[in-house]
């Protein structure tokens, strides 16, 4: 007597998933699992399978013949764990979409663009990560986010621009009276790599300025605090000057900032509605 197969309905999902993001490590990251314990969910199905069903494809997994006709039952098979889900109203099989904004954006449109997207999709889960410019678009790179804006020097490729925008001096009144009269001038700005402090460095140094860091520091609600103090002078957008800063006349000039929105190769459509939703919510706000 011969007992039926029973294939393993996690490690199913962590193989799909992995062939539509393109690695397995984009879908430990997707589904929440270690590296350790995706490579476990692979072992168990080629040996549910009898049967090798990957293969080393430079520092990847690449399906052999046995793998490919897996995977498109495995798709068939999950449709229809998820269609049964949803007609039991169990589950809601729609993930999750995740953004990334840098944190300049946070208190100025985030309620807006958030309150905007549940009115047209409310069943819908967004992870949201306010974050460091280079943090935002690593993530996107590895799979842990849908869709992100950030910060990039004008004119250099990948993305969709959505503004150009000037950057501008910003400090304390006490410092600026200060300004004029000191030799060096004290910056507060985040820790590197960041556009804006190299920004600042630059364009003090073009003009023949002296500086010093007064303060580094990865988190803007600290940079704000030590430039309110007076500990020095920063550069940031006029976008959202905070209460108690100004903007810095008469200081060497800066350039502009392009704004641009990313995506991850494979969205949904949940995700570009949100992708879209967010340039259309930045643009307005730069422009």
């Known amino acids: 007597m011969t007992h039926p197969l029973n294939f393993d309905m996690d490690a199913l999902r962590t193989m799909v998933v992995g062939v539509e993001l393109g690695g397995f490590a984009h879908a430990a990251t997707r589904l929440h699992r270690s590296p350790s314990a995706v490579s476990m969910q692979l072992r168990k199905l080629e040996s549910q399978a009898g049967q090798r069903l990957f293969k080393r494809r430079g520092r990847g997994l690449a399906l052999t013949d046995s793998g490919s006709v897996l995977l498109q039952y495995a798709r068939r098979v999950l449709a229809l764990n998820d269609e049964l889900g949803t007609a039991l109203g169990a589950v809601d099989t729609r993930a999750a979409v995740r953004v990334g904004i840098p944190q300049d954006f946070a208190d100025v449109m985030l309620q807006d663009l958030l309150t905007r997207y549940a009115n047209t999709r409310p069943h819908v889960q967004v992870e949201v990560k306010a974050g ?27 993305g969709e621009r959505i503004a150009t925008i000037p950057a501008v001096w910003l400090g304390c009144t006490p410092m600026l ?63 959202a ?10 200081a060497p000039a800066l350039g502009t900032i392009d704004v641009v929105l990313h995506r991850a190769a494979r969205c949904t459509d949940d995700a570009h509605a949100l992708a879209d939703l967010l340039r259309q919510t930045v643009a307005a706000r730069c422009g």
């Open 132 to 158: 460091r410019n280079f943090e935002l678009v690593a993530d996107l790179e590895s799979g842990k986010l849908d869709a992100a804006v950030a910060f990039a020097v004008p004119g250099t490729n990948g």
């Open 177 to 239: 009276r200060r300004y004029g009269v000191q030799s060096t001038v004290p910056l507060t700005v985040f820790d590197g790599p960041c556009l804006f402090r190299d920004m600042a460095i630059d364009s003090l140094s073009h003009a023949g300025v002296a500086w010093r860091l007064a303060m580094t520091t990865p988190s803007l609600a600290s940079l704000w605090c030590g430039t309110r103090a007076g500990l020095g002078v920063t550069v940031r957008t006029a976008l």
């Open 241 to 250: 000057v905070p209460r108690h800063l100004s903007v810095l006349a008469g």
